[in-house]
Structures are given as structure tokens and as C-alpha cells.
T-cell receptor
Framework: SQQGEEDPQALSIQEGENATMNCSYK?????LQWYRQNSGRGLVHLIL?????REKHSGRLRVTLDTSKKSSSLLITASRAADTASYFCATDTLPEDNDMRFGAGTRLTVKP | DAGVIQSPRHEVTEMGQEVTLRCKPI?????LFWYRQTMMRGLELLIYFNNNVPIDDSGMPEDRFSAKMPNASFSTLKIQPSEPRDSAVYFCASITTGSSYNEQFFGPGTRLTVL
């Protein structure tokens, strides 16, 4: 069963704009991760944020985590056409549990 | 490392036929996951193994699905008999357990079409 739910389901922006995607989850987590999937390809890990962290940066990516609201956001700054892909959040729970649950994803389209 | 390897990349079969999907995890990884992705249901975890032992198969849709991991470098997902509703992309992923960084490495997927 899915744990995370991404919002919006689809997002279309112009190149250079920022893209913000949100993820909500239901149970307590250990880690939350964001993955990217290009059409017809496997998922690629982007960034991980731990439950005791509130914000993390990686290049043009910024992830926030609010455990009180059970939500996370992924911000892509200065978007590029190559950022067009689906973005998924995934959560795991116990420290020993490698069972991750993925949301339905946000389909991002960046128009050149 | 070549990453997670899956075969075949595409499979088209007729309803009722047996389908076997294969996965070779990254060398040294000791957990392996099988996922199914469809437009309607998104990415679903089917089953995962730790050290070749199935840990959670609650996501396996029904008895027609079975998975094995005879050794650390090979796993199969079998559907017998296949049905049109099994059409999906099936992903395999692997990870090193015991790591505090739970990044899963995904294979390219097998696109299954059951006619």
C-alpha cells in the first residue's frame, strides 16, 4: 500500500521557474527520500532527509520535512527542460526496516 | 558496477502463458525488492528479500505471482498464468542493509504486456 501522497499530481512550468512538489505521509518515519523517474526508465535517488532534519540542500534541490504535519516538500530552483520527469517521495519507518513505500508521484513538465 | 540488471526489458505474451522476470542486484547488496508500476496504481512493492530470504510478500497480488532468490546475485519473479491486468512495468531494486542511508538502486524495468 502507498504511504506517501504527492501533490500536485501534475505540474507544468516554464524553464527558469521554480517547481515545488509536496508529499504527505501517514505514519511516523525514519527517513524520507525523493526519487526521480524519467519516462520509461527506473527511479533514480535524489536526496534523503532524516526524521530529525528539517531542511536539506543538494545543488538546485531543496527538501524540507515537517514531521508534525507529516509532510515534505521538494523545491527545484531555476528549472530546466531536462528536469521534466516524475518525482516520487518514499518513506521508511523503523531503522531496521528497508521496506519503503512510494507515493503516486508528481509529473513535472518544464517547458523550454 | 553495471547497476541492477533486469531481463528481459520488454515482454509480450498471451494470456495464460507463464512469464519469468529476472533480476541481478548490485554486487554486495543484500536486500532486493520487486515493484510493479501502473498508471492506475502507481508504484507498488510486491515483495522484498533480505539475505535471499523473503521478508514481506504482502504486496504480491495473488497466488499466480511467485518470487525466488536462490542466491545473492539472482532473483526471479514469475507469473503463472498471466492475465492482461498483469500488464505493467516491473522494477527490481537493491540496497545494502545495515546502512543508515537507505538509497535503493533501481533497475531499468521490464515492460510486460499480456494480450
Amino acid at each position: 500500500s502507498q504511504q506517501g501522497e504527492e501533490d500536485p499530481q501534475a505540474l507544468s512550468i516554464q524553464e527558469g521557474e521554480n517547481a515545488t512538489m509536496n508529499c504527505s505521509y501517514k505514519t511516523s518515519i525514519n527517513n524520507l527520500q525523493w526519487y526521480r523517474q524519467n519516462s520509461g526508465r527506473g527511479l533514480v535517488h535524489l536526496i534523503l532527509i532524516r526524521s530529525n532534519e528539517r531542511e536539506k540542500h543538494s545543488g538546485r534541490l531543496r527538501v524540507t520535512l515537517d514531521t508534525s504535519k507529516k509532510s515534505s516538500s521538494l523545491l527545484i530552483t531555476a528549472s530546466r527542460a531536462a528536469d521534466t520527469a516524475s518525482y516520487f517521495c518514499a518513506t521508511d519507518t523503523l531503522p531496521e526496516d528497508n521496506d519503503m513505500r512510494f507515493g503516486a508521484g508528481t509529473r513535472l513538465t518544464v517547458k523550454p | 558496477d553495471a547497476g541492477v540488471i533486469q531481463s528481459p526489458r520488454h515482454e509480450v505474451t498471451e494470456m495464460g502463458q507463464e512469464v519469468t522476470l529476472r533480476c541481478k542486484p548490485i554486487s554486495g547488496h543484500n536486500s532486493l525488492f520487486w515493484y510493479r508500476q501502473t498508471m492506475m496504481r502507481g508504484l507498488e512493492l510486491l515483495i522484498y528479500f533480505n539475505n535471499n530470504v523473503p521478508i514481506d510478500d504482502s504486496g504480491m497480488p495473488e497466488d499466480r505471482f511467485s518470487a525466488k532468490m536462490p542466491n545473492a546475485s539472482f532473483s526471479t519473479l514469475k507469473i503463472q498464468p498471466s492475465e492482461p491486468r498483469d500488464s505493467a512495468v516491473y522494477f527490481c531494486a537493491s540496497i545494502t542493509t545495515g546502512s543508515s542511508y537507505n538509497e535503493q538502486f533501481f533497475g531499468p524495468g521490464t515492460r510486460l504486456t499480456v494480450l
